[in-house]
């Protein structure tokens, strides 16, 4: 049976050690960093996700706001919100929470979070400088993916690793962390990495997942991985969510994508849905707020 990787102690162990750093900061006599969420509309699942961020940083004591904007704002009004929030020496984070309303361009919202205070790291020049291996502010779900790796002490140098999923938040940023060179105190993991998505035929996605040591899946298809796709011994990282009706009990729950039970049987090592991947990222962006806190007023 596969050793449970479990993202949530390990997200609250970072945030204990962020809550300490952010205490000797603030004893140095600087002021308490900031966090700002901007959520457009009402949208329920965003509302919770919002929140939740919000309150693990007053927990680390990270200064947090959240600035509600109607669904029907213009692109340029939330182009000048954000505008605003970049100018304001005051806020040292801003995140735009995602999705935004469909007449809004996504791209361009990412985008005008200046790069100093683009704690998703969703901006193209955080992401540029990922990918160069010089990276600030990382996506935080792969950052949170990377953490999980290094405190578990599974071993990347020179093994095969596959990324299902190729979105640009989160598979995209997760292949480069993989790959990139972990020398001079860099991120990288130095795997060698193979990137599958929706358009890679079963047969082939089978064939590349038994070959990875390494599996970080990412694309909302509930149990895409199952447990013949997977080398025995391997780690498999699951990042996907959905919400599905329970065939046996008719109610609602929570799953990856990948089929965990019996995967469990097959890999080395494995995340829970949910319990895995999720709480990391909220650790993920509060490192980054003090990071940025830091960077700013370094």
Known sequence: MATIIDGKKISQDIQSELKEEVSEWIAKGNRKPHLTAVLVGEDPASEIYVRNKMTAAKNVGIDSETKRLPPTISEDDLLAEIKKLNEDPNVDGIIVQLPVPPHIDEYKVCNAVCPQKDVDGFNEVNIGRLCLDVGHLIPCTPLGVYELLRRYKIDT?????????????????????????????????DATVTICHRYTPPEELKKHCLQADIIVVATGIPHLIKADMVKPGACVIDVGITRIKDPEGGKDKLVGDVDFENVKKVAGSITPVPGGVGPMTVAMLLKNTLLAAKHVNN
Do not use: E
């Not at 990324?163 to 997760?174: E, L």
């Not at 993989?178 to 990288?188: A, M």
């Open 157 to 189: 140098f020179g093994k095969n690793a596959v990324v299902v999923g190729r979105s640009k938040h989160i598979g995209m940023p997760m292949a480069m962390l993989l790959h990139t060179d972990g020398k001079l105190g860099h991120l990288g993991l």
